[in-house]
């Protein structure tokens, strides 16, 4: 990458998104340092400027942001870095350092949880026995919630529209998993269609 370390003395901004829900997780700052620390333990390296120094996120929390992709943008002195992180990225504890007033992306977070019920199934679990029952019981819940969605948006209260639509949507995510699809299908496809 041709990045610009000069334009900005020597730092670039980096922002770091979470590579499957595409939260913005935080803002930090690479010099060159920083960045081919980054690429070679592929764990995301900051410079700090508080403390003028190399600082690895996790480093004293173990909660380290394991780098996925790295892209760099058009003036090509800024970088998003998407990443797993190992746990909360910000040092309050919290998944963010933004103070969003929830998580916009929690429908991409809730396809991970199906996955991983499917991939690491757990006893009580309602995706599990769903998965277990086979594509024929996904299918017909799917068909249920559909029907109760129209049904609540036609004669009943908002709230009943909201949680009927959630049902729907959840079955749709274990439905897509089912088939080995995900929402990022979906999403592409949409965006194919809008062109």
Known sequence: MNIDFNK???LVPVVIQDEQTLEVLMLGYMNQEAYDKTVQDNIVTFYSRSKQRLWTKGETSN???HVKSIHLDCDNDTLLIKVKADGPTCHTGNRTCFKTEYNQNFILQLEQIIADRYENPQEGSYVNKLHR???????QKVGEEAVETVIAALAETETDLINEASDLVFHLIV???EKGLTIGTIAKNLEERHK
């Open 175 to 177: 439905l897509l998993r």
């Open 63 to 65: 909660n380290f942001l």
């Open 8 to 10: 900005t003395d020597g």
């Open 133 to 139: 029952k086979g594509l024929n019981k996904i299918t």
